[in-house]
Antibody, heavy 124, light 107 residues
Framework: EVQLLESGGGLVQPGGSLRLSCVASGFSFSGYGMSWVRQVPGKGLEAVSSISAGSGNIFYAESVKGRFTTSRDNSKNTMSLHLKTLRAEDTALYYC?????????????????WGQGTLVTVSS | DIQMTQSPSTLSASVGDRVTITCRASQSISTWLAWYQQKPGKAPKLLIYMASSLKSGVPSRFSGSGSGTEFTLTISSLQPDDLATYYCQQYSSYSQTFGQGTKVDIK
């Protein structure tokens, strides 16, 4: 089955850290860019970070730059997001998402496969 | 960053109605635009990419148009299953920004 499965969310105090994981199955993971997209409950979507298929290009939203680190291990079909110096405004459901286009024809990513999300709550 | 603005924020329509949602970009994004449908408690689902290309398996009542800075998503005949929030997303720049969403209610 083609799917993405996130894990690692939870309750963390302001200033704390967390590591999220996304395990892919059913497609050639190493051939596609991947992203983390977050959603505050009841609110809109924000692309947090993207990583190219071979990890050569990594992008971060300004809101998380310097605090979040994205990586991937193609041998394990896994992408990770390390969240540091967490703030209350980082509270959200974090989705991993697969780039739909692996031809390189599009400038950046749009997404044809999403996980179910993992909830990060930053609160004292 | 490129800002994406959707209108309206909410709309209520009857089954069978034609529904149009607008998305405006703060600068030209050519046709690098996607539309998603998100049902309550679910992850977003891709409907349209490259402004007007329908993803395989998506009902033909959904269509997209536009280029540059102004785009529309049209549902030609609203169905009960279309109750959802719809988002546009630009992928012209690394920020890959989304619109704020349009919630569609069924009257």
């Amino acid at each position: 089955e083609v799917q993405l499965l996130e894990s690692g969310g939870g309750l963390v105090q302001p200033g704390g850290s967390l590591r999220l994981s996304c395990v892919a199955s059913g497609f050639s993971f190493s051939g596609y860019g991947m992203s983390w997209v977050r959603q505050v409950p009841g609110k809109g979507l924000e692309a947090v970070s993207s990583i190219s298929a071979g990890s050569g290009n990594i992008f971060y939203a300004e809101s998380v730059k310097g605090r979040f680190t994205t990586s991937r291990d193609n041998s394990k079909n896994t992408m990770s997001l390390h969240l540091k110096t967490l703030r209350a405004e980082d509270t959200a459901l974090y989705y991993c998402a697969k780039a739909a286009d692996n031809t390189g024809s599009a400038p950046f990513y749009f997404f044809d496969l999403w996980g179910q999300g993992t909830l990060v709550t930053v609160s004292s | 960053d490129i800002q994406m603005t959707q209108s309206p924020s909410t709309l209520s329509a009857s089954v069978g109605d034609r529904v149009t949602i607008t998305c405006r970009a703060s600068q030209s994004i050519s046709t690098w635009l996607a539309w998603y449908q998100q049902k309550p408690g679910k992850a977003p689902k891709l409907l349209i990419y490259m402004a007007s290309s329908l993803k395989s398996g998506v009902p033909s009542r959904f269509s997209g148009s536009g280029s540059g800075t102004e785009f529309t998503l049209t549902i030609s005949s609203l169905q009960p299953d279309d109750l959802a929030t719809y988002y546009c997303q630009q992928y012209s720049s690394y920020s890959q920004t989304f619109g704020q969403g349009t919630k569609v209610d069924i009257k």
